[in-house]
T-cell receptor, first 111, second 115 residues
Framework: QQQVKQSPQSLIVQKGGISIINCAYE??????FPWYQQFPGKGPALLIA?????SEKKEGRFTISFNKSAKQFSLHIMDSQPGDSATYFC??????????FGAGTRLTVKP | DGGITQSPKYLFRKEGQNVTLSCEQN?????MYWYRQDPGQGLRLIYY???????QKGDIAEGYSVSREKKESFPLTVTSAQKNPTAFYLC??????????????FGDGTRLSIL
């Protein structure tokens, strides 16, 4: 049962452009929404996270936008760089033990 | 430096063989997790443990077993009952906070293949 749907599956962006990855969730009990970045052969690393009491969170070039009524959230990467090329996973959780991951988006930033 | 160490990085299993993947953390985290990652899929939870000597099944526990004898260690055994074990296995840990949800920190994974 896929509780977090992520799109697109892959994304190609030119250097300096904006990368946008979208996620939708089903369970309204989810109350923590992290994004992870994963490079080949490595484990995922936490990038940024948001709780549903705010609609937007920004850290450097990375921004999460959150729409509670639509049960959607998205990651925006401003001024995308080749070093941002990685696989990005959204997730949603309720408590420590119920984290559900999206299927991932492979981002390629072309120089 | 604090972190999560998974070993080995690559592992090969013969038919009918059990293999054990190691996961050690020095972050003093209470909770530990094992995930399986397949191409084009998100991470799927195999087992998790909130405290020493206690663990719970995740979504895909069949064919796997774990133990949690020490806070720092959470080994995963892939048994011969797991018919499709080829995957990238990730161990994670987290500290339980006031609000319950704390970020999970991941190791660099073990890639298991069938010989």
């Amino acid at each position: 049962q896929q509780q977090v749907k992520q799109s697109p599956q892959s994304l190609i962006v030119q250097k300096g452009g904006i990368s946008i990855i979208n996620c939708a969730y089903e369970n309204t009990a989810f109350d923590y929404f992290p994004w992870y970045q994963q490079f080949p052969g490595k484990g995922p690393a936490l990038l940024i996270a948001i709780r549903p009491d705010v609609s937007e969170k920004k850290e450097g070039r990375f921004t999460i936008s959150f729409n509670k009524s639509a049960k959607q959230f998205s990651l925006h990467i401003m001024d995308s760089q080749p070093g941002d090329s990685a696989t990005y996973f959204c997730a949603a959780s309720r408590g420590n033990n119920d984290m559900r991951f999206g299927a991932g988006t492979r981002l390629t930033v072309k120089p | 430096d604090g972190g999560i160490t998974q070993s080995p990085k690559y592992l090969f299993r013969k038919e009918g063989q059990n293999v054990t993947l190691s996961c050690e953390q020095n972050l003093n985290h209470d909770a530990m997790y094992w995930y399986r990652q397949d191409p084009g899929q998100g991470l799927r939870l195999i087992y998790y443990s909130q405290i020493v000597n206690d663990f719970q099944k995740g979504d895909i526990a069949e064919g796997y077993s774990v133990s949690r004898e020490k806070k720092e260690s959470f080994p995963l055994t892939v048994t011969s009952a797991q018919k499709n074990p080829t995957a990238f296995y990730l161990c994670a840990s987290s500290m339980k906070g006031v609000w319950g949800n704390q970020p999970q920190h991941f190791g660099d994974g073990t890639r298991l293949s069938i010989l």
